[in-house]
Nanobody, 124 residues
Framework: QVRLVESGGGSVQTGGSLRLSCAVS????????MGWFRQAPGNEREGVAA???????RYAESVKGRFTISRDNVKNILYLQMNSLQPEDTAMYSC??????????????????WGQGTQVTVSS
């Protein structure tokens, strides 16, 4: 059984930083990908960052240069380091993952396993 549990959300001021964590269990396939997604009220879900089995990464244009996705394969934790946060980054952030089938892991429709989400609020 796959389980993803996020933590690390909170409230920060503009320009601040947060690091989100996603504890992963049960995802044992050697070729998998993981991603971070966010959704603000009234907005569609947005793929923020993805990391693939070969450690390649992809980012949404809106966060390039500010966010970094990484993982600790020993602890089975996925991270999202978020710097230079802006009010428009305010959203519920969720991690997701699945076996990689050659499709973009920035598209949440391609991933089956999701965490419950953690709220990030950036105030001006």
């Amino acid at each position: 059984q796959v389980r993803l549990v996020e933590s690390g959300g909170g409230s920060v001021q503009t320009g601040g930083s947060l690091r989100l964590s996603c504890a992963v269990s049960g995802l044992t396939d050697s070729r998998y990908c993981m991603g971070w997604f966010r959704q603000a009220p009234g907005n569609e879900r947005e793929g923020v960052a993805a990391i693939y089995f070969d450690d390649s990464t992809r980012y949404a244009e809106s966060v390039k240069g500010r966010f970094t996705i990484s993982r600790d394969n020993v602890k089975n934790i996925l991270y999202l380091q978020m710097n230079s946060l802006q009010p428009e980054d305010t959203a519920m952030y969720s991690c997701a993952g699945d076996e990689w089938h050659g499709l973009s892991c920035l598209d949440g429709d391609n991933l089956r396993y999701w965490g419950q989400g953690t709220q990030v609020t950036v105030s001006s």
